[in-house]
């Protein structure tokens, strides 16, 4: 039968059609899901406590808009803010990644009044707009907008002379990911990050974390900037924060917030009844079950395990690992998924991404080890 979907995803090879914990079952087959829904998927499918608050919080209110105070959406707001570095004490709710960074940039220009944003190359951060404007090859390749709405540069990774070069006084913005996901979870070095950090102190330019893929407990700290001890001025979270529904965070300092009025950002849903309520379940449960401690138990399991079969090395940092492979990432995907484990691929043709949940067990490494050691 023809499909009425657009034709823009390559499927992966394997259908699924229910889940539970971190394994999906497709065609009669268990796959374990160290791909993790493409890191949306934090504690794994069908977790009681956000089946329980799904249920509870569609009959106690399904919905309404910020047009209204909500106790749910303020309890939220408050729980982020806890689980975030200390300073980033405000948060605006939205609905998707690309929102969340298109809002971050716009307060940037907004109010520096300048019109230059700089990010890393290789970087991804969305496909709207500005958030497009800021990822890596995106103009030349499917931007498809006439022009990017503010002046964009990049910075070579890892290049603390670039940035300190780039970085000056015309610079609204410098956005970028500690752990670059999609690049294949190059994890940034923490003496450049320090090195921007600095930099966009010294030429008042904001420094934007966009943690959509690397935050919420996935790279060993509740967000992977704090791995190199810096405090964004901005940060933007979404994937794992609603565990697979839709929803968004942008947070921001008080010294930021101070200057945004009524009417300066808006959405209908987001900060919506049901997203509210999953945001402060999942953060509940990565904090009462101590999944950051999981997570940085089981990647050294997998780190410690390397090299191993076709996996020459490893970058990352917890669950957003890059596995260096002799062989293509794509043949890895189909090997792997040949012994019943489903990975991601990335940008970097030789390597495989692991984002699975943050409940996953030493039996499930353990599997993941073997199915390495079995391929050539
Ligand atoms: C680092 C990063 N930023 C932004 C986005 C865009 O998020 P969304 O697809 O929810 O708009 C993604 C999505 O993959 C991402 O990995």
């Known amino acids: 039968m023809a499909s ?14 229910r889940g539970e914990g971190v394994c999906l079952y497709g065609g009669g087959r268990k796959i374990i899901d160290f791909y993790g829904g493409h890191a949306v998927a934090g504690l794994g499918y069908g977790h009681p406590d956000i089946v329980r608050t799904l249920r509870e919080q569609a009959e106690t209110l399904f919905f309404q808009s910020n047009a209204v105070a909500l106790d749910v959406r303020e309890d939220a707001a408050r ?15 939205g609905n998707s990644g690309a929102e969340a960074n298109e809002n971050a940039l716009r307060i940037a220009c907004r109010i520096s009044g300048r019109g230059k944003v700089l990010a890393i190359e290789h970087g991804f951060h969305g496909r709207t707009a500005a958030a497009a404007a800021v990822t890596w090859s995106a103009v030349g390749k499917w931007y498809g907008f006439p022009r990017t709405p503010f002046d964009v540069g990049f910075i070579p990774r890892n290049d603390v002379a670039a940035a300190e070069r780039l970085i000056d006084d015309s610079v609204a913005a410098v956005i970028l990911e500690p752990v670059q996901g999609q690049a294949g979870a190059f994890d940034l070095d923490p003496a450049f990050v320090r090195a921007i950090a600095a930099a966009c102190r010294r030429q008042g330019a904001l420094l934007i974390s966009d943690e959509i893929q690397s935050g919420m ?34 947070l921001m300092t008080r010294a930021i917030a101070v200057q945004l009025k009524h009417g300066d950002l808006g959405t209908t849903f987001g900060g919506g009844p049901l997203a509210s309520a999953l945001m402060n379940t999942v953060i509940e449960v990565i904090e009462r079950d101590r999944l950051i401690d999981n997570v940085r138990a089981r990647s050294q399991e997998i780190l410690d395990a390397l090299p191993l ?18 062989r293509p990432a794509k043949e890895m995907l189909q090997a792997l998924l040949d012994r019943g484990i489903l990975v991601g691929t990335s940008a970097d043709a030789n ?7 943050l409940t996953l067990a030493r039996e499930h490494v353990d599997q993941l080890l073997n199915a390495l050691a079995d391929i050539r």
Not at 79 to 93: E, I, K, M, S, Y
Not at 309 to 326: D, H, M, N, T
């Open 79 to 93: 729980r982020l803010a806890g689980f975030a570095p200390a300073g980033l004490d405000t948060v605006f709710f």
């Open 309 to 326: 079969g076709p996996v020459e090395a490893a970058q990352g940092k917890g669950f957003l690992l890059g596995l260096r492979c002799k």
């Open 217 to 250: 407990g996935r790279c060993g700290k509740p967000f992977a900037i704090e791995l190199a001890g810096v405090t964004p001025d901005l940060l933007t979270i979404a994937k794992a924060i609603g565990a697979g529904f839709p929803c968004s965070a942008l």
């Open 351 to 357: 390597v495989m991404r692991l984002l699975p949940p």
């Open 4 to 17: 009425h979907l657009l034709d823009v995803y390559p499927y992966l090879p394997f259908k699924p059609e």
